[in-house]
């Protein structure tokens, strides 16, 4: 079975410190990874996404992920979290060329002045 | 400004009734999937058509259904209306896995 696992449900930073958040997927096959934000009330936004090139993978607004096949993880970080950063994000698996899609439980990130 | 735009926003059925939700895709996008948000939990993947077919689909039964046509709109049906069937349907298109945009949704709530 194929599968994303988010591991915090909910994660608390205060602004200028990092963010990481964490996901780990498992997949017989070579996926393709993507993290998605989602603002309240607001569509999914596309932050960064991996697909067999260069294993970090560099997004909008300063988030930036690193595929490592040895842990199958796909953690997303941030070095100084801004208060816009506040929502809920997704890390999401594509399998069989892209014919499948599976969206970990998500992460709410609170970040606190 | 997201080019995904998804008909209507709100939209209450009463349980047993027939739905049809509605999606406009980027144009160019010939790749378009669905999702089931429950309240508090993240999308689960219902199907998606590349070209007119369908071409994936997740763990849905047969009373979701859905249509790609080719000015890049799309339709997703739900028959036989359930009370779990409450959530936000989402719509994404995509140019064939180049990553995926998002329309805002359209809540359905079942009675």
């Known amino acids: 079975a194929q599968s994303v696992t988010q591991l915090d449900s909910h994660v608390s930073v205060s602004e200028g410190t990092p963010v990481l958040l964490r996901c780990n997927y498992s997949?017989?096959?070579?996926?393709?990874l993507f993290w998605y934000v989602q603002h309240p009330n607001k569509g999914l936004q596309l932050l960064l996404k991996?697909?067999?090139?260069?294993?970090l993978v560099k997004g909008i607004n300063g988030f930036e992920a690193e595929f490592k096949k040895s842990e199958t993880s796909f953690h997303l970080t941030k070095p100084s979290a801004h208060m816009s950063d506040a929502a809920e994000y997704f890390c999401?698996?594509?399998?069989?060329?892209?014919?499948?899609?599976?969206f970990g439980s998500g992460t709410k990130l609170n970040v606190k002045p | 400004e997201t080019g995904v735009t998804q008909s209507p926003t709100h939209l209450i059925k009463t349980r047993g009734q027939q739905v049809t939700l509605r999606c406009s895709s980027q144009?160019?996008?010939?790749?378009v999937s669905w999702y089931q948000q429950a309240l508090g939990q993240g999308p689960q993947f219902i199907f998606q058509?590349?070209?007119?077919?369908?071409?994936g689909r997740g763990n849905f039964p047969p009373r979701f259904s859905g249509l790609q046509f080719p000015n890049y709109s799309s339709e997703l049906n739900v028959n036989a209306l359930e009370l779990d069937d409450s959530a936000l349907y989402l719509c994404?298109?995509?140019?064939?896995?180049?990553?995926?945009?998002f329309g805002s949704g359209t809540r359905l709530t079942v009675v």
């Open positions: 994404a298109s995509s140019d064939r896995g180049n990553g995926y945009t």
């Open positions: 997949s017989s096959y070579s996926p393709s």
């Open positions: 991996y697909t067999s090139a260069a294993t």
């Open positions: 999401v698996v594509s399998l069989y060329n892209f014919n499948k899609f599976y």
């Open positions: 144009s160019g996008h010939n790749t």
């Open positions: 058509y590349y070209r007119e077919e369908e071409n």
